[in-house]
T-cell receptor, first 114, second 114 residues
Framework: NAGVTQTPKFQVLKTGQSMTLQCAQD?????MYWYRQDPGMGLRLIYY???????DKGEVPNGYNVSRLNKREFSLRLESAAPSQTSVYFC?????????????FGPGTRLTVL | AQTVTQSQPEMSVQEAETVTLSCTYD???????LFWYKQPPSRQMILVIR??????QNATENRFSVNFQKAAKSFSLKISDSQLGDTAMYFC???????????FGKGTLLTVNP
């Protein structure tokens, strides 16, 4: 039981390049989330998927797209990377209806855009 | 909308002593949850303790306890018998609404000194 996994762990991009961050969970959770963490800002929600087939914008969605490929996988795509997207990205998942509605986090991806 | 405020950017404590981290929040939800997460240098987000808003009893987890003051919208974390391994960034977070999105504070960097 790996929990929430993210790939890659580190990535360096040049301005204008595109890439996809991958996230998968093996806990049969319904909901999945993407957050970004910037110095001094805490974590902020980019997009979320309440269930398979649905996605919604969070607090900071500009410059990103997401795909809920199936129940297990939720990817985040940067179509044209900008230096402002340099950040640490976290994926999380939640099983709806449980006590506390707790979210479980992946290990994060450190992305640098030059 | 939810907001979470952590007014202490940094704190330090001597090993074996007790320290309290402050958190205030605001929410329009009637049913919500509050969390403290620990983020060590490894970057992994680790759940420390959680509280359901409708429960009056303060949550405890071993050396960690909270002081939940619902009317004041305050949710402080007390760490007893501090250990060197407690050195980390601590985030207060709230969740609620239909999709239980997490809203984080900016964090408190706690250093435990030997």
């Amino acid at each position: 039981n790996a929990g929430v996994t993210q790939t890659p762990k580190f990535q360096v991009l040049k301005t204008g390049q595109s890439m996809t961050l991958q996230c998968a969970q093996d806990m049969n959770h319904n909901s999945m989330y993407w957050y970004r963490q910037d110095p001094g800002m805490g974590l902020r929600l980019i997009y979320y998927s309440a269930s398979e087939g649905t996605t919604d914008k969070g607090e900071v969605p500009n410059g990103y797209n997401v795909s809920r490929l199936n129940k297990r996988e939720f990817s985040l795509r940067l179509e044209s990377a900008a230096p402002s997207q340099t950040s640490v990205y976290f994926c999380a998942s939640r099983l709806a209806g449980t006590d506390y509605n707790e979210q479980f986090f992946g290990p994060g991806t450190r992305l640098t855009v030059l | 909308a939810q907001t979470v405020t952590q007014s202490q950017p940094e704190m330090s404590v001597q090993e074996a002593e007790t320290v309290t981290l402050s958190c205030t929040y605001d929410t329009s939800e009637n049913n919500y949850y509050l969390f403290w997460y620990k983020q060590p240098p490894s970057r992994q987000m680790i759940l420390v303790i959680r509280q359901e808003a409708y429960k009056q009893q303060n949550a405890t987890e071993n050396r960690f306890s909270v002081n939940f003051q619902k009317a004041a919208k305050s949710f402080s974390l007390k760490i007893s018998d501090s250990q060197l391994g407690d050195t980390a960034m601590y985030f207060c977070a709230s969740s609620g609404g239909s999709n239980y999105k997490l809203t984080f504070g900016k964090g408190t960097l706690l250093t435990v000194n030997p």
